[in-house]
């Protein structure tokens, strides 16, 4: 009888334990992404955000990190497509909304872009007014 509650178990717990460093291992790629990030290297952040996705297909910190990247090498299309992951899995992610209205908004989809800014305002109108203000502003300087 012990035996049998014994072949349950120890299958069980190593389930967990490879689900749980699996988990550990996508959170390592995110953390060396963002600091590619930081030094510019952008084609690197995506990769390692690949990577990240590759060991947890639902982790949207790394699609929405995998889309911020892509939206500063001006890839639109590959940025609204990992913004839209990222919803899709955090309906609530504030900055998913704002980049991929960013996004669209570059790549040209005007209904899009204001459909996405409506959706953050609901979320947060004062952060989005902010980032829109922000944006307007870069733009007359044509950056």
């Not at 990190?65 to 940025?79: P, S, V």
């Not at 992610?93 to 609901?122: E, I, M, P, V």
Request: hydrophobic residues 40%; charged residues 20%.
């Amino acid at each position: 009888m012990l035996r049998k509650y014994f072949s349950i178990i120890v299958p069980l717990i190593i389930l967990i334990s490879i689900s749980a460093s699996a988990q550990a291992d996508a959170s390592d790629y995110l953390k060396a992404a963002i600091n590619a990030t930081e030094k510019k290297q952008y084609t690197r952040a995506i990769a390692l955000c690949d990577a990240a996705i590759n060991k947890n297909s639902t982790y949207s910190a790394a699609y929405y990190h995998r889309g911020y990247n892509k939206l500063l090498i001006k890839d639109y299309e590959g940025a609204i497509v990992d913004f839209t992951v990222c919803l899709d899995l955090s309906p609530d992610n504030l900055w998913a909304y704002l980049y991929r209205g960013h996004a669209n908004q570059k790549a040209g989809n005007s209904w899009s872009a204001t459909r996405d800014f409506n959706s953050a305002r609901k979320i947060d109108s004062i952060e989005t007014l902010a980032f829109m203000t922000a944006n307007m502003f870069r733009s007359s300087l044509g950056k």
